[in-house]
């Protein structure tokens, strides 16, 4: 069966920085992308980027760039997720997705979703 | 940059009504691109419809969807209890969101 499992709830102070990990299992994961989207409380889903796990290629939202990186670990076929500078309004549900994209030229469709990984941030 | 509009932003319905709920790019965008989710609280999103009108592996034949120009519709046909849930157009983005609740 095919899993994403993500890293536990996070309480981070605003300016501190958070990694979201995200493990994969059950496919090949360098055949795939991995998209990170976010919903903060009461609002839609929010795409903040892309990784290719095939050669690690990123295309971030315009909203995060400077403030998000993301990586991935093909030896334990792990995704990870940064966000630094963290101000109140990222409090939100971060999840990841597998992406069909494995290049920047194939459609971003997710198919399988991790749990998601609730961030708070608060003074 | 892309951005999804998404009419209807909520709608009532009864359980077998059928339910078009559309979707509009601000530029051209290629069908191949635009997908729907279904998302319910508490729970991961799930994937409906990819590119446009492929029906996802495992989900319902009631679900569709069309393209025509810069317009896509999603459409529900017999709604059924378990369908109330939020509909999110997405190419990268995400449109806001159509959430569908019982009448």
């Known amino acids: 069966q095919v899993h994403l499992v993500q890293s536990g709830a996070e309480v981070k102070k605003p300016g501190a920085s958070v990694k979201v990990s995200c493990k994969a299992s059950?496919?090949?994961?360098?055949?795939?992308?991995i998209s990170w989207v976010r919903q903060a409380p009461g609002q839609g889903l929010e795409w903040m980027g892309w990784?290719?796990?095939?050669?690690?290629?990123?295309n971030y939202e315009q909203k995060f760039q400077g403030r998000v990186t993301m990586t991935t670990d093909t030896s334990t076929s792990t995704a990870y997720m940064e966000l630094r500078s963290l101000r109140s309004d990222d409090t939100a549900v971060y999840s990841c997705?597998?992406?069909?994209?494995?290049?920047?030229?194939?459609?971003?469709?997710?198919?399988?979703w991790g749990q998601g990984t609730m961030v708070t941030v608060s003074s | 940059d892309i951005q999804m509009t998404q009419s209807p932003s909520s709608l009532s319905a009864s359980v077998g009504d059928r339910v078009t709920i559309s979707c509009r790019a601000n530029q051209s965008i290629s069908a191949y691109h635009l997908h729907w989710y279904q998302h319910k609280p508490g729970k991961a999103p799930k994937l409906l419809i990819y590119a446009a009108s492929s029906l996802q592996s495992g989900v319902p034949s009631r679900f569709s969807g069309s393209a025509s120009g810069t317009d896509f519709t999603l459409t529900i046909n017999s709604l059924q209890p378990e369908d109330f849930a939020t509909y999110y157009c997405?190419?990268?983005?995400f449109g806001p969101g159509t959430k569908v609740d019982i009448k």
């Open positions: 990784i290719s796990a095939y050669n690690g290629y990123t």
């Open positions: 059950g496919y090949t994961f360098t055949a795939y992308g």
């Open positions: 997705a597998r992406d069909l994209a494995r290049t920047p030229l194939e459609s971003n469709a997710f198919d399988i």
């Open positions: 997405q190419q990268k983005t």
